[in-house]
C-alpha cells in the first residue's frame, strides 16, 4: 500500500492454526522479499511490514525487529 506519506506497507498474509511466531529463517526471507522490492521499484519511501494471520503474531526477536504491525482474521470477520 504506497502511502501518502512516503511510506510504503508491505503486506503478508499467513494462514497456521496457532499464533505465528517468526523464526530466523522466515525473517531473513522476509528482509529479503523488502530488498528485492526495493530494488525493482528504486522506491527511495520507507517500507513497513504488515503481517495478517489467522491468530496475530507472537512477539520475539524476530518479529519485534522486523514487523511494524500484525493484523489477525478478527479485523476481516469482526
Not at 525473517?27 to 489467522?54: D, G, N, P, Y
Amino acid at each position: 500500500m504506497d502511502r501518502n506519506d512516503h511510506v510504503i506497507n508491505l503486506f503478508e498474509i499467513k494462514f497456521y492454526n496457532e499464533v505465528f511466531y517468526l523464526d530466523k529463517a522466515y525473517a531473513h526471507k522476509l528482509r529479503e522479499k523488502m530488498s528485492v522490492f526495493k530494488a525493482h521499484t528504486q522506491t527511495r519511501k520507507q517500507l513497513f511490514w504488515t503481517l495478517i494471520t489467522t491468530f496475530g503474531v507472537g512477539q520475539n526477536q524476530y518479529s519485534l525487529d522486523l514487523v511494524d504491525s500484525a493484523l489477525d482474521m478478527e479485523i476481516l470477520f469482526g
